[in-house]
């Protein structure tokens, strides 16, 4: 009884350890980010980012298959065939017999090896020239998804800073609203204070409850869109480390409009430009002759019976060159000449929107983040002025001077202007983060 017991204590334990091991497998993962350490966490779990990246290292595949076409190609060859009815020639009436003489076997084997030296090829030119001008371009996008993905990151990791700050504000505002409350109930109990004040202030306190729910409402979508940005799972709790508020030095940084030359999609349309310029090349290749060098070498033997030790195999070698001339394909290259033209003019049709546009855009959002700049300095004086009115009509209510309405219009002022201070700082950040995007930082 004793060992029965024991046994059953030592599977209990050990069935106990498994549940806590599987619960802690199972438990949420929790995560406290920076703004640097959620950029990196996107850059490499982020989708796009694999697929880009895998289609850098298939354009240096692609390089290195357009390579391969100015490299000697040698083939072994070998074939059987069995003649049903044999092959004849016909001689002449003059020639022995004359009509329909059969020739060969029944059986033909021939083995060779076959090898090709393309000496001239504009084609192979123009193609190895397109795929090393595609792989820059490919890794110019994967430059570009980075750069979206960085500045998509950080200005979701705003959104989330900026709903907790909305939290804090009306979390605050409500526990000043309950301590408003607390007091007029004292008052009103004293006889200093009326009815109407403390269901006014009661009704403050249900609005400002109010607002804090949905305050609270706000964050889970925005976490929600961060994580999703992060490639992490939705059960992840995720605590942010860096605070919304500026530092003098973000204030101090101006953009420079010559650095839009860095602009990734700018590059992209310009090798496009390049790109369309060498796809046309290829097309005209067509037109010229190709200049090959060729070697054979073969093993062939005929007989009518599979006795192969018996066999006369008779080896037959050659080399020559071989020029291929284009006469006429039925328009055919004309018509491809005249869409890669059309290709390239589009090309550059795109790159000069591109540049027009991205000057144009940049001197928006310069006004846009020097207004954002003025509305910062704005509402932190109306914060400081919005505090003193709130401490002042605090005073004079406390004197019998001023009404429960205007101690309540005051405090509402104050919320609002420190709201709009937060919201401010976090379109000033997510506007310098556009520009960024604009001249091709990745990083700050």
Same mark, same amino acid.
């Given at each position: ?35 640097n ?18 289609? #850098? ?10 390579k ?21 020639i ?16 029944? &059986?033909?084997?021939?083995? /060779?090896?076959? !090898? ?7 084609? &192979? ?14 890794? @110019? ?29 009306? @979390? ?5 609203? @309950?301590?408003n409350h ?9 006889? #200093? ?12 306190? =249900? ?16 976490q929600?869109a ?5 490639? #992490? ?8 480390i860096?605070? !919304? ?6 204030l ?6 010559? %650095?839009?030359?860095n ?23 067509? +037109?010229?002759?190709?200049l090959?060098?060729?070697?054979? +070498?073969? /093993? ?5 019976d ?15 060159l ?12 004309? *018509? ?22 991205n000057e144009?855009r940049?001197? %928006? ?7 954002s ?13 919005? @505090? ?6 605090? %005073? ?8 429960? !309405? %205007?101690?309540?219009? =005051?405090?509402?002022d104050? #919320?609002?202007?420190?709201?709009? +201070?937060?919201?401010s700082?976090?379109?000033?950040? *997510?506007? /310098?983060?556009?520009?960024? !995007?604009l ?6």
């Amino acid at each position: 009884m004793t060992s029965f017991m024991q046994q059953f204590v030592f599977l209990l334990a050990a069935f106990c350890l498994m549940a806590s091991g599987l619960q802690a497998q199972t438990s949420p993962l929790a995560l406290s980010l920076s703004e640097n350490d959620a950029v990196v966490l996107a850059l490499r779990n982020n989708a796009d980012i694999s697929v880009a990246s895998d289609q #850098v290292r298939r354009a240096d595949l692609q390089v290195r298959e357009a390579k391969g076409n100015f490299m000697p190609r040698l083939t072994l060859t070998g074939n059987y065939t069995r003649n049903i009815d044999r092959p004849v020639i016909f001689f002449p009436e003059s020639f022995g017999l004359g009509g329909a003489t059969k020739i060969g076997a029944d &059986n033909n084997f021939n083995a /060779y090896l076959d !090898l090709t030296v393309p000496l001239y090829s504009r084609y &192979n030119i123009f193609a190895r020239s397109y795929a090393q001008q595609n792989f820059p371009w490919q890794r @110019e996008q994967l430059r570009q998804i980075r750069q979206t993905v960085t500045a998509d990151v950080k200005k979701a990791y705003y959104v989330c800073l900026l709903a907790t700050e909305t939290v804090r504000v009306r @979390e605050k505002a409500l526990h000043h609203a @309950e301590n408003n409350h607390l007091l007029i109930v004292e008052k009103t109990a004293r006889g #200093v204070a009326t009815e109407f004040d403390e269901t006014s202030a009661r009704v403050r306190v =249900a609005v400002f409850r109010n607002d804090l729910l949905d305050a609270r409402d706000h964050v889970v979508p925005a976490q929600n869109a961060l994580k999703l940005l992060l490639g #992490v799972p939705p059960e992840t709790t995720i605590s942010l480390i860096d605070s !919304l508020y500026l530092q003098d030095y973000e204030l101090m940084l101006i953009p420079d409009a010559s %650095e839009l030359t860095n602009n990734s999609v700018l590059r992209q349309r310009e090798q496009q430009v390049l790109l369309a310029q060498w796809q046309t090349g290829m097309a005209r290749a067509a +037109y010229y002759p190709v200049l090959s060098g060729t070697g054979t +070498y073969q /093993y062939q033997s005929q007989q009518n019976d599979f006795r192969f030790s018996q066999y006369q195999w008779v080896l037959t070698s050659a080399v020559g060159l071989r020029l291929q001339v284009p006469l006429f394909n039925g328009m055919i290259t004309r *018509s491809r000449v005249q869409q890669s033209l059309l290709a390239e003019g589009i090309a550059r049709i795109e790159l000069n929107h591109a540049c027009g546009y991205n000057e144009a855009r940049f001197a %928006e959002l310069v006004s846009r983040l020097n207004y954002s700049k003025e509305r910062i300095a704005v509402q932190r004086d109306n914060i400081q002025l919005a @505090e003193k009115a709130v401490k002042l009509v605090k %005073e004079r209510y406390h004197y019998g001077r001023a009404s429960l !309405l %205007e101690v309540n219009s =005051a405090e509402l002022d104050y #919320v609002s202007a420190r709201l709009s +201070y937060f919201q401010s700082i976090a379109d000033y950040k *997510s506007k /310098y983060c556009d520009i960024q !995007l604009l001249v091709g930082h990745e990083n700050p």
